[in-house]
């Protein structure tokens, strides 16, 4: 289908800024997430709270690499997609 490949970047520039406004909402996360569920920013925090700074570091370190190969993934996609 002709579809798909038209909105692939509007999907993919979206799921970034999904991505990036999810991984920073901790204030919402911390009030609404039920018993035993934990996103990564309240383990991010919650490690800082109680002196695990070392853990805290490492985990933030991981989350912002994650962040930075998906964009790079998703700038190397849509400039094969414009020159192609």
């Known amino acids: 289908m002709?579809?798909?490949?038209?909105v692939f970047p509007a999907l993919l520039a979206a799921m970034l800024m999904v991505?990036?406004?999810a991984s920073?909402?901790?204030?919402?996360?911390l009030l609404l997430s039920p018993a035993g569920?934990?996103?990564v920013a309240v383990f991010i925090w919650r490690q800082f709270e109680q002196g695990?700074?070392?853990q805290g570091m490492a985990m933030a370190s991981l989350t912002l690499?994650?962040?930075?190969?998906?964009?790079?993934?998703?700038?190397?996609?849509?400039q094969r997609r414009t020159r192609g």
Do not use: K
């Open 37 to 39: 569920t934990q996103t």
């Open 52 to 54: 695990s700074v070392g």
């Open 24 to 29: 920073r909402e901790l204030v919402t996360s």
């Open 65 to 78: 690499l994650t962040g930075l190969v998906l964009m790079l993934t998703a700038l190397a996609l849509m």
């Open 2 to 6: 002709i579809v798909l490949p038209l």
């Open 19 to 21: 991505f990036a406004v």
